[in-house]
């Protein structure tokens, strides 16, 4: 199972001090804490992609490409790459090239943004969102997989004899999770590729997840990719931890107040009390978040947003010391407890690589092969 952090990149006050971070110091922090995820042990940094303010990361490649330069071992994505407003041939080229110079440390989260101007800022209407997501993802699952591509849709110019370039490393994909708070279409969507679902339940109660978990896993064993189990599944999560739970509410309280995506809403309680944000002490957080198998399953990647709100980079920080050494070890074993042996781990380059190379080697390629070589 990998874990890791996510970032949505906002430039926030610090509701302590009345301070803004400068846009060139949000950026720099988003970097220390991806080499802080590395140093502590985590397995995952992921980026949003937004294009207003009061958010940075509007380049996601041009910063882990930057981080790829400065990690080993990282796993680098995206927390949302806008397959809705985005050229499709374009994230086929900028994901292969950032494949390359990261020796395939690199999958992406497909996702629509939550962002609705985004779309005729780039040329597109956002009642077209869900056919978008389909018709362009559909567009670069065969660039990724076909050397030349002859392509006629709805929503761009259509491709004669086009190659991506470069193609991708070894000849495997990146790997696709496909995120979503509420659409059942993009579970669906999910299932029909048999790539991974994203659900980023941040925001949501335990039995929304939990339908849409089990209609992607429902869907994912109706086209024949494996059974429910096998399906690959990730979860978002919010925490802020201190040693003693109680010094974990008082300093959290202002920042979740007064944070511009559920400020002025429900009060701290309510809000843990119906969603996954755990505010407390790392006993608490690894409580919490091992409840979350309860519901969704055997998963496969849990994200932790943990630097939004206004939070300095010190604190953030610091919190990562305690998810690292306290709290992820002890997640791991536990959720390796009783995990079905069938149950695969989180694709990565060379697993996916493995599997090619098997798949390659087996009688039934072969025969296929030698089969069609002489028709």
Excluded at 330 to 357: N, Q
């Amino acid at each position: 199972m990998q874990f890791g952090i996510f970032s949505v990149g906002d430039v926030t006050p610090d509701p302590t001090t009345g301070r803004t971070p400068t846009e060139r110091e949000r950026i720099k922090a988003m970097v220390a804490i991806a080499l802080k995820a590395e140093e502590v042990g985590l397995d995952v940094f992921a980026t949003g992609e937004h294009h207003n303010p009061p958010f940075v990361p509007s380049s996601p490649t041009t910063m882990l490409g930057y981080i790829a330069a400065r990690t080993q071992r990282l796993i680098l994505s995206t927390s949302t790459t806008l397959i809705t407003t985005n050229d499709p041939v374009k994230i086929a080229e900028d994901f292969a090239m950032l494949q390359h110079l990261a020796d395939g440390r690199v999958d992406l989260m497909m996702g629509r943004g939550n962002t609705g101007p985004v779309y005729p800022w780039f040329g597109q209407d956002i009642r077209q969102g869900i056919n978008l997501a389909i018709e362009n993802y559909a567009l670069l699952h065969r660039l990724w997989r076909e050397d030349v591509v002859d392509w006629e849709g709805k929503f761009r110019t259509p491709l004669q004899g086009f190659t991506a370039t470069p193609r991708p490393l070894d000849g495997v994909p990146p790997f696709v999770w496909h995120g979503s708070i509420r659409s059942p279409q993009i579970a669906e969507q999910a299932a029909y590729y048999g790539d991974g679902f994203f659900h980023n339940n941040i925001f949501w109660p335990a039995d929304h997840t939990k339908r849409m978990v089990e209609l992607y896993r429902t869907r994912y064993a109706h086209y024949g990719h494996g059974t429910p189990e096998q399906a690959i599944v990730g979860l978002g999560g919010q925490v802020f931890m201190r040693k003693n739970s109680q010094d974990a509410v008082r300093e959290f309280r202002p920042y979740f107040d007064n944070a511009p995506v559920y400020g002025h809403g429900p009060s701290l309680e309510e809000f843990t009390a119906q969603t996954p944000l755990t505010v407390g002490s790392p006993q608490q957080v690894i409580e919490k978040t091992l409840s979350f198998r309860e519901y969704a399953g055997d998963y496969q990647r849990q994200l932790f947003l943990m630097d939004h709100a206004g939070l300095p980079l010190k604190t953030v920080l610091e919190q990562l010391d305690l998810l690292g050494e306290e709290v992820v070890p002890v997640l791991r074993a536990e959720f390796a407890k009783g995990r079905p042996a069938d149950v695969p781990d989180a694709p990565t380059h060379a697993s996916l690589l493995a599997a090619k190379d098997a798949q390659q080697d087996s009688p039934t390629v072969r025969s296929d092969s030698q089969e069609a070589s002489t028709v």
